[in-house]
């Protein structure tokens, strides 16, 4: 198995594996890993390989908490080798009772926090992350009971998801100003056809010291290298529920990036990577799996190539 790379997150002394496991196909209907089975299988090779980040949220899985339950079984016996994050502050249908649009709200996060411990079987978890703003709830609420979640050693580290680069200046300032720990992550939509986070989530990042997670970083699964004009594998992700992302793929453009990495004798998911992992501030790539063979084929490819200034320089300017 290839050597995975490790970076703290952001300006804390969390360790994190720059390749992370994204937790959301565990329990989604038609994958390989809606079973207890099959997700316990790629858990099980991902920490093989030496990945430490196990990045869940509690709407994850074909009913809401599918994905915490399913791991929740499967880390058993490795829960101390694993950096574990999960999410709150989405719609759960009702599971943690009448939330009145206020799921930032002390009443909330408590109820919240507690119904996902229960489902990951576990006493803490490493990184509990907002997964979206709520504009019903002030931040100093949402910062003062993860203060005491901390405090109560429920939860170990906390970021944020989706903040808009005013909010991230807003959460630092608040946290700062009362006293509360600083969210020490973000947690944002970032690839090469996906790059809004560069006008002002990436430089709020980098001002106030968090650590970047990107989620979609290889656009659902399109710069796998699995993809052309033709379409892609029937059972990817893509092909399955959101076939308009190939359809509408600037292909031109691709098959560009496709020559670049023929001539400098690498994969274009290797190189993606190395792109990403070059970027100021990210710290781990969350990419998700449904097989075993995916995990092994991320953790190769991860370190394979080492760009330089000027390719990484290229490739931006090419999908700008």
């Not at 489902?119 to 993860?146: F, S």
């Not at 796998?224 to 308009?244: E, L, V, Y």
Request: hydrophobic share 40%; charged share 20%; proline share 5%.
């Amino acid at each position: 198995m290839a050597q995975i790379d490790y970076r703290r997150l952001g300006d804390s002394g969390l360790m994190v594996s720059t390749i992370g496991l994204g937790c959301n196909n565990f329990g989604r209907a038609g994958t390989a890993t809606q079973s207890q089975a099959g997700t316990s299988a790629v858990i099980d090779t991902a920490v093989d390989a030496g990945i430490t980040v196990f990045d869940t949220a509690d709407i994850y899985g074909a009913e809401r908490g599918l994905s915490e339950t399913l791991m929740g079984h499967a880390l058993q016996g490795k829960r101390d080798r694993i950096v574990l994050a999960s999410k709150f502050g989405m719609d759960m249908n009702g599971r943690n009772g009448p939330d009145w649009d206020a799921r930032g709200s002390r009443r909330y996060i408590r109820l919240a926090v507690e119904a996902s411990l229960r489902r990951l079987q576990t006493d803490w978890i490493d990184l509990y992350q907002l997964h979206t703003p709520d504009p019903n709830t002030p931040i100093e609420e949402t910062l003062q009971t993860l203060d005491d979640l901390i405090r109560e050693g429920k939860v170990r580290y906390i970021g944020h998801s989706n903040l808009a680069g005013w909010q991230i200046a807003e959460a630092e300032f608040t946290a700062r100003l009362h006293g509360h720990p600083r969210f020490i992550s973000a947690q944002n939509e970032y690839s090469l056809l996906v790059r809004d986070a560069e006008e002002e989530v990436l430089p709020a990042v980098n001002a106030y010291g968090l650590g970047f997670l990107p989620f979609f970083p290889l656009y659902n699964g399109l710069f796998t290298g699995k993809f052309s004009r033709a379409g892609g594998p029937a059972d990817s992700r893509i092909m399955m529920f959101r076939p308009h992302l190939a359809e509408t793929a600037p292909w031109d453009v691709i098959e560009k990036y496709e020559a670049f990495c023929d001539e400098h004798g690498v994969t274009m998911l290797a190189a993606t990577f190395a792109w990403l992992l070059a970027q100021p501030g990210l710290t781990s790539v969350i990419a998700g799996a449904t097989r075993p063979e995916q995990v092994v084929q991320n953790t190769l490819e991860a370190n394979e190539w080492q760009p330089t200034p000027e390719d990484v320089a290229w490739i931006s300017d090419l999908f700008a």
